[in-house]
């Protein structure tokens, strides 16, 4: 049984930056595409970024692209979204998933494993 456990969120200035990390046990952690999503206060869950399996290949959503990083460490079987320049509109609960397939996704209904989420609180 895979399981998820994002960690790293808080509260922060606008403009400032946060690095989420997300730490995978159970399964094989290189078999997966890991994704970040996160979901404000009456908004659907939104995706955000993706990255596969070897770490060359990334997605990320036009709302972050430029601002944010996703990378991945399989010897640590973390995944990482470093997120800068942010804005107050990022203000949500993140969550990390996991999609066992070898092409990125950005459907959240492809991804089968997923954390119980990260707060990131912006301030203005």
């Known amino acids: 049984q895979v399981q998820l456990v994002e960690s790293g969120g808080g509260l922060v200035q606008a403009g400032g930056s946060l690095r989420l990390a997300c730490a995978r046990s159970g399964g094989t952690f290189s078999r997966y595409v890991m994704g970040w999503f996160r979901q404000a206060p009456g908004k659907e869950r939104e995706f955000i970024a993706a990255?596969?399996?070897?770490?060359?290949?990334?997605s990320y959503s036009d709302s972050v692209k430029g601002r944010f990083t996703i990378s991945r460490d399989n010897v640590k079987n973390t995944v990482y979204l470093e997120m800068n320049s942010l804005k107050p509109e990022d203000a949500a609960v993140y969550y990390c998933a996991a999609a066992q397939t070898p092409v990125i996704f950005t459907s959240e209904r492809l991804y089968k494993y997923w954390g119980q989420g990260t707060q990131v609180t912006v301030s203005s």
């Open positions: 990255i596969n399996w070897s770490g060359d290949t990334t």
